[in-house]
């Protein structure tokens, strides 16, 4: 398993935009699919983008043309630029990796990072 830590999260109006990091360790990096996730208060944890190399990157619906996940394998870490967020988007904003060629589910992806909270107001 690798060890992930997120870092990012805050509160911002709506319309406005965060970034978001995930730092890995303790792994082989570059042969993870990289993935972030999200869970509301009251909701199931949710897809939102995933990336395994430049031209394999997949988002859920209601982030498209919105947020862009990217990596920077030298540094062992996964981004997700947020733009034009939504009171929607609040929500804990999860980190995880997996060895694997799906990208939808959590069950695709065996680490985790602890998480960090997106709040957006309107």
């Known amino acids: 398993q690798v060890l992930l830590v997120e870092s990012g999260g805050g509160l911002v109006q709506a319309g406005g935009s965060l970034s978001l990091s995930c730092a890995a360790s303790?792994?082989?990096?570059?042969?993870?699919?990289m993935g972030w996730f999200r869970q509301a208060p009251g909701k199931e944890r949710e897809f939102v983008a995933a990336?395994?190399?430049?031209?394999?990157?997949y988002y859920a619906d209601s982030v498209k043309g919105r947020f862009t996940i990217s990596r920077d394998n030298a540094k062992s870490t996964v981004y997700l630029q947020m733009n034009s967020l939504k009171p929607e988007d609040t929500a804990v904003y999860y980190c995880?990796?997996?060895?694997?060629?799906?990208?939808?589910?959590?069950?695709?992806?065996?680490?985790w990072g602890q998480g960090t909270q997106v709040t957006v107001s309107s």
């Open positions: 303790g792994g082989a990096f570059s042969t993870y699919t």
């Open positions: 990336i395994k190399w430049a031209f394999w990157r």
């Open positions: 995880a990796a997996g060895l694997t060629n799906s990208y939808a589910s959590a069950a695709d992806f065996g680490s």
